[in-house]
T-cell receptor, first 115, second 116 residues
Framework: DTGVSQDPRHKITKRGQNVTFRCDPI?????LYWYRQTLGQGPEFLTY????????KSRLLSDRFSAERPKGSFSTLEIQRTEQGDSAMYLC?????????????FGPGTRLTVT | AQSVTQLDSHVSVSEGTPVLLRCNYS??????LFWYVQHPNKGLQLLLK??????LVKGINGFEAEFKKSETSFHLTKPSAHMSDAAEYFC??????????????FGKGTSLLVTP
């Protein structure tokens, strides 16, 4: 079990640029989640995938955000025309479903700084 | 709607004394409740989970939490704090609603400081 990995760990970009983050979940996990965590706050849900299907998106996920999981394995999160308010830690988590209760395993996160 | 409220944003204890981190929840369905810990520059780690079985849940590193439905609480405790327990702790709720995909709803966190 290699755990959830995310790449890059840190990203500094200028306002208006596009950025893309990658998440590799635990290999047998069929659900994948993206969260955003701003300073001093708990993570907030953005979106999740069951296999390759994106089944839910939070209202926090504006039109500038897009997420994909093309083969039901790794996922990418792209932010277009970044704004300073996008500066945050972006967390990926994965889990195995179905089941009445289960926990999500989190990656180390990608810290985005928009200057 | 589901949410959690962590009643203290900061808690300070002396090493060797008990720890109490308070959490109240609000949920329309049968909730699943978790406590996660986040050490500086490290990923979120699950401490323990409530699975609608035993109301007293034991987790890692000596932590426990008790689910009290009548009080809608899920407080985290540890009999004796260790310096390595200093971290950010998050109370988390998830509802058994397939439409939500079991998305986790995090509280704002409690920062635990342990002094020598």
């Amino acid at each position: 079990d290699t755990g959830v990995s995310q790449d890059p760990r840190h990203k500094i970009t200028k306002r208006g640029q596009n950025v893309t983050f990658r998440c590799d979940p635990i290999s047998e996990h069929n659900r994948l989640y993206w969260y955003r965590q701003t300073l001093g706050q708990g993570p907030e849900f953005l979106t999740y995938f069951q296999n390759e299907a994106q089944l839910e998106k939070s209202r926090l996920l504006s039109d500038r955000f897009s997420a994909e999981r093309p083969k039901g394995s790794f996922s990418t999160l792209e932010i277009q025309r970044t704004e300073q308010g996008d500066s945050a830690m972006y967390l990926c988590a994965s889990s195995l479903a179905p089941g009445p209760v289960y926990e999500q395993y989190f990656g180390p996160g990608t810290r985005l700084t928009v200057t | 709607a589901q949410s959690v409220t962590q009643l203290d944003s900061h808690v300070s204890v002396s090493e060797g004394t008990p720890v109490l981190l308070r959490c109240n929840y609000s949920s329309s369905y049968s909730p699943s409740l978790f406590w996660y810990v986040q050490h500086p520059n490290k990923g979120l780690q699950l401490l323990l989970k409530y699975t609608s079985a035993a109301t007293l849940v034991k987790g890692i590193n000596g932590f426990e939490a008790e689910f009290k439905k009548s009080e809608t609480s899920f407080h985290l405790t540890k009999p004796s704090a260790h310096m390595s327990d200093a971290a950010e702790y998050f109370c988390v709720v998830s509802e058994a609603d397939s439409n939500s995909g079991y998305a986790l709803n995090f509280g704002k966190g409690t920062s635990l400081l342990v002094t020598p």
